[in-house]
């Protein structure tokens, strides 16, 4: 059984991306293949290469918001408030800092209007309702919500896919950040289908695990899947054909909306999926991923379906080499 310091490892600072690679398919690409055969060393404009005619290449289309919020209390104490997710017309789950400086019936006062924490819900997340419209105060004075670790100004821009489209995610699907509609266009020229799904990334997915690996409990995070993408999927799958997936989120979702004898199902649901070693991967049979922190809950999925030796031994030659690391690293395509 795998402990939770089994999935550590030395990462120097500079390797921690501060801006993403311009243009965006420039990016390296670390290619893994599962069968054994060498690690390859290339560009993300390769991904092209690496499909195959008929596989199915899923993608996240949620659009990260301006979920991060800097707000005063009527004493003038200063909160940061990170929103994570509604939970009704005018109410919002939400992260606090210092949180232990908001207990429920704290009033805090935005630009434009107040709200208000009703409730301390589980992992620490705070309820709070607001007497104004929550997208209208984000839209007037939200902030990109950047991982602490990326200390350098990103237009906010550059943190979003060039194809999301739902507004939802507080922390971008950051594979998807190396593509490019000229990349997607000479990966559907291969005969692969490009088809969307949503999922709205929540902070959860990124924090490292504390702890045993076994009491760790994934934030829900909520997706979507519309009715064209499960049953190309759903028919991929039957013919024997690849499904791949562009991020972790993806992997995610689909995996959640499997059932046996139904296939991926349609529609909306939401998820605490914690996928670690060992798993029977039901659904994605390739990955398209960045490079992620020591202990989170995504370099133990990466090592569910790459292989645990696998994915650290390329983890270690891609400090040795140089890849850049995290949300606007370098990539890795596992098939």
């Known amino acids: 059984m795998l402990d939770l310091s089994d999935f550590d490892y030395d990462l120097p600072p500079e390797l921690i991306a501060q801006e993403g690679a311009e243009p965006r398919d420039a990016a390296r690409m670390m290619v893994v293949h599962r069968d054994g055969r060498p690690l390859e060393h290339r560009r993300v404009r390769d991904l092209p290469g690496f499909l195959r005619p008929g596989d199915v290449l899923v993608i996240n289309r949620s659009k990260v918001i301006p979920a991060r919020l800097f707000v005063k209390k009527p004493t003038g104490a200063r909160i940061e408030v990170l929103l994570v997710r509604p939970v009704g017309e005018k109410e919002w789950l939400a992260f606090l800092r210092p949180a232990r400086k908001a207990p429920p019936g704290t009033r805090l006062l935005f630009e434009g209007g107040t709200a208000e924490v009703v409730g301390v819900e589980e992992e620490g997340l705070r309820r709070l309702r607001f007497d104004a419209d929550p997208w209208a105060l984000m839209a007037r004075a939200g902030r990109a919500p950047l991982p602490p670790y990326i200390r350098a100004p990103v237009p906010f821009a550059r943190y979003q896919t060039v194809f999301a489209r739902e507004p939802g995610s507080v922390a971008a699907p950051t594979a998807g950040l190396h593509l490019t509609p000229d990349l997607l266009e000479a990966i559907r020229a291969r005969g692969v289908e490009v088809l969307p799904l949503v999922l709205h990334v929540g902070p959860g997915t990124f924090q490292p695990v504390k702890g045993s690996i076994e009491a760790h409990r994934m934030h829900e ?107 606007l690293g370098d990539a890795m395509f596992i098939d």
Do not use: Q, W
């Open 221 to 327: 995070e909520v997706y979507e899947i519309p009715e064209k993408t499960a049953a190309a999927v759903n028919r991929a799958l039957s013919e024997g054909r690849r499904v791949v997936a562009v991020g972790t989120t993806v992997v995610r979702a689909l995996e959640s909306a499997y059932a046996p004898g139904a296939g991926v199902r349609p529609g909306t649901g939401a998820t605490r999926l914690f996928i670690r070693p060992p798993y029977d991967f039901k659904v994605v049979g390739a990955l398209f991923t960045n490079f992620h922190l020591p202990r989170s809950t995504l370099l133990m999925l990466v090592a569910a379906f790459a292989g645990y030796e696998r994915t650290m031994a390329a983890y270690r030659e891609a400090v040795e080499r140089g890849y850049r690391f995290y949300s």
